[in-house]
């Protein structure tokens, strides 16, 4: 094998290459391989100004072979970002719930709730709460913890920072509980 052989791109010279290969000015590659090159929009744009007919067709192909597939590919899109942030599923909706809540003539409790909504573990969450703020802190139900205090302001602060995974935008402020 030849120093030039080896090297040569494209089409080799003794092959029949059928005369319908056309070759993408934006990638170089024969069209077809257009929708791997990263660039694929880009090719796009170039058939769409140089090739409109094969443009058409790319465009046929892309609404029905892949059933749906436009839409999938939108919506990973859009999602880049917001996944990074918020890791939302779509196994229901997820919220913290914060409130504050009489307790004797002066003193006050916080509730939360919802923390297990973030497949957190409810007596984790309440040592963890106790320890922070150094004070009473017990799991009271289902998703519920009372924190022997009012903390309620600095857990909008403490939830995120001890569990990254709960945004500050999913803690709701309930407000205070009337008796
Ligand atoms: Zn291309």
Same mark, same amino acid.
């Not at 080799?12 to 934006?26: A, R, T, W």
């Not at 892309?62 to 919506?75: H, L, Q």
């Given at each position: 094998m030849?120093e030039?052989?080896?090297?040569?791109?494209?089409p080799?010279?003794?092959?029949?290459?059928?005369?319908?290969?056309?070759?993408?000015?934006?990638c170089?590659?024969?069209i077809?391989y257009?929708?791997?090159?990263p660039?694929y929009?880009?090719c796009?744009?170039?058939?769409?100004?140089?090739?409109?007919s094969?443009?058409e067709?790319i465009k046929v192909n892309?609404?029905?072979?892949?059933?749906?597939? &436009?839409?999938?590919?939108?919506?990973q899109?859009?999602?880049?970002?917001?996944?990074?942030k918020?890791k939302k599923?779509?196994?229901g909706?997820?919220q913290?719930?914060?409130s504050?809540?009489?307790r004797?003539?002066?003193?006050?409790v916080?509730v939360?709730?919802?923390?297990?909504?973030?497949?957190?573990?409810?007596?984790?969450?309440?040592?963890?709460?106790g320890?922070?703020?150094a004070?009473?802190?017990?799991?009271?139900?289902d998703?519920?913890?009372?924190?022997q205090? &009012?903390?309620?302001?600095?857990?909008? &602060?403490?939830?995120?920072?001890?569990w990254?995974?709960?945004?500050?935008?999913?803690?709701?402020?309930?407000? &205070?509980?009337?008796r």
């Open positions: 030849t030039t052989s080896r090297l040569a791109m494209g080799k010279p003794g092959v029949n290459y059928p005369l319908d290969v056309l070759y993408c000015g934006n170089s590659m024969p077809e257009c929708e791997y090159y660039e929009e880009k796009k744009q170039w058939l769409e100004r140089n090739l409109p094969e443009f067709k892309d609404d029905t072979t892949e059933g749906g597939g &436009d839409e999938e590919k939108k919506r899109k859009r999602g880049g970002k917001g996944m990074m918020t599923k779509d196994d909706p997820k913290v719930c914060v504050r809540a009489p004797g003539k002066k003193k006050s916080t939360v709730t919802g923390m297990s909504s973030f497949g957190i573990d409810l007596k984790v969450a309440a040592k963890f709460f320890t922070k703020f004070c009473g802190s017990s799991v009271t139900g998703d519920e913890i009372v924190i205090g &009012d903390v309620k302001d600095d857990l909008f &602060d403490v939830i995120p920072e001890k990254p995974e709960i945004d500050e935008d999913f803690i709701e402020d309930l407000g &205070d509980q009337k």
